[in-house]
């Protein structure tokens, strides 16, 4: 996050996932509470959610997400 525009990552939130920053991140400790989503070598579990969410919403396959979030 840029830190010249501290509500940058607020306004990529609602624009790539329709919610808001604190909703993503309450649903993103729903799913490591509930559901036991954990950080992995590779990717954490933010990016997992954020890879999720991308694929609801637009039906990418997870190769065009690699692409997006890399």
Do not use: W
């Amino acid at each position: 996050m840029d830190p010249r525009d501290p509500d940058g990552y607020e306004s990529r939130c609602m624009t790539n996932f329709r919610m808001s920053k604190i909703v993503f991140t309450s649903l993103l400790r729903v799913f490591e509470t509930r559901y036991n989503l954990q950080t992995s070598r590779h990717i954490s579990s933010c990016e997992m959610l954020k890879f999720f969410l991308h694929i609801l919403g637009t039906g990418a396959k997870v190769s065009q997400c690699r692409e997006r979030f890399q």
